[in-house]
Nanobody
């Protein structure tokens, strides 16, 4: 299983980024998928989940600012992040949205700073 996240970078507060994650080695369409993040000195947390039926759930801290989507034909899950805040700074990862998770990929670093 490989989970390859990309799209991170340095952005000013209030800016936007779009993250993508491509999964290989799994039957993507039968898995709920999620985006997680880990900030320095903090535990990894789930920030957004999309089910196989495309129902979405968000952590309170990102609700209304982040949007998760999936493309089963491309084995890809995306995270559109708007109105970014310094506290969104973290390494972002994708994985299953629930249950026993796959091994973590490298993640993509998002830095929100002026």
């Amino acid at each position: 299983v490989q989970l390859q996240a990309s799209g991170g970078g340095l952005v000013q507060p209030g800016g936007s980024l779009r993250l993508s994650c491509t999964a290989s080695g799994i039957i993507f369409s039968i898995n709920d998928m999620g985006w997680y993040r880990q900030a320095p000195g903090r535990q990894r947390e789930l920030v957004a989940r999309i089910t196989i039926g495309e129902t979405t759930n968000y952590a309170d801290s990102v609700k209304g600012r982040f949007t998760i989507s999936r493309d089963n034909a491309k084995n890809t899950v995306c995270l559109q992040m708007n109105s970014l805040k310094p506290e969104d700074t973290a390494v972002y990862y994708c994985n299953k949205g629930r249950g026993r998770l796959y091994s973590w990929g490298q993640g993509t670093l998002v830095t929100v700073s002026s």
